[in-house]
């Protein structure tokens, strides 16, 4: 039985992660936005342009992770997926694997080519986005920091 469950999330969902956010999401959004960015704004703008996102829950009721895909061409079909969760959420791996491949699956109906990019520092990140299949490239400078980054993409 999955000990963490999907939902639609609610403005309280949003406010709780960005209060709690892992460290490493924060290291990465503060290198892809700068040192001052405003995290509960950067995770509303995340939901609120995707056509597409889910709060993950645990049974107790805790929201961990937050996901999404957004559009960036519906003609070209590009999505860009993302997640960000709290400490709480690695508790769950098994959950958050099933959860993402089942996902990826999803999307991929929608969408013929997925990609972002992670901080090369995110290593639980890079793990996850590996499991789910999808592949990370090398390294290279990216956001207003310049700092090392894969990105990574599936292709159907």
């Not at 490239?137 to 990105?151: D, Y």
Request: aromatic share 8%; charged share 20%; glycine share 8%.
């Amino acid at each position: 039985m999955a000990r963490v469950l999907l939902a639609a999330p609610t403005a309280g969902d949003i406010e709780y992660i960005a209060a709690n956010l892992r460290a490493a999401d924060v290291q990465e959004l503060r290198a892809v936005h700068g040192p001052e960015v405003d995290l509960l704004r950067c995770l509303r703008l995340a939901v609120a342009t995707s056509d597409d996102a889910y709060v993950a829950v645990s049974a107790a009721g805790e929201p961990v992770a937050l996901t999404g895909v957004s559009p960036l061409s519906l003609l070209g079909g590009l999505g860009s997926p993302w997640l960000l969760g709290t400490e709480a959420s690695v508790r769950y791996p098994r959950d958050i694997v099933a959860h993402g491949h089942r996902l990826v699956r999803q999307w991929e109906r929608k969408y013929s080519h997925l990609f972002n990019y992670v901080d090369a520092r995110n290593l639980r990140s890079i793990a996850w986005l590996k499991r789910i299949g999808f592949t990370v490239l090398p390294a290279q400078p990216h956001g207003q920091e310049g700092l090392p980054f894969h990105r990574f993409e599936r292709c159907t």
